[in-house]
């Protein structure tokens, strides 16, 4: 079982996650790599949008072939590019659609969570990438 940790003691999370998880016995762990925005057709979708919906559907694949649900995440780490200043988009929009895609996809799941704004990214079509960390009692 996972638990969320916010004691009323220190100061509350800026947004929907967690400040800390605590993991008692899992009987398994999950630990993603860096996951792109690349669909099953090699394709990458243009919009940070697409980007967030198809990292967050290809993560909860992922959770799923190892027999976990959302609940089982602890821990994300999400990178979000800053946008060149010529385009048409702001970072500010970018990491609020990147958030609004973890919080539909965990479905009200609060864990631990990061979001860095980084310059760039390993494949410059990549707006984002995200990774988790996830934890079950339950065997497979």
Do not use: F
């Amino acid at each position: 079982m996972n638990r969320s940790i916010n004691p009323t003691t220190v100061g509350a999370p800026s947004a929907k996650y967690a400040l800390a998880t605590e993991v008692e016995s899992p009987a398994k762990l999950l630990h993603t790599s860096g996951i792109g925005p690349v669909r099953a057709d090699g394709s990458v979708p243009a919009s940070m949008q697409g980007q967030a919906e198809t990292v967050w559907s290809t993560l909860l694949t992922l959770l799923a072939e190892a027999g976990m649900t959302p609940t089982d995440v602890v821990s994300v780490t999400t990178y979000v590019v800053v946008p060149d200043p010529s385009l048409d988009e702001d970072l500010s929009t970018r990491l609020e659609l990147a958030m609004a895609a973890r919080n539909a996809h965990l479905d009200g799941h609060r864990c631990a969570s990061v979001l860095v704004p980084v310059p760039a990214l390993a494949t410059p079509s990549w707006k984002m990438e995200v990774a988790v960390v996830a934890a079950s009692g339950r065997q497979r």
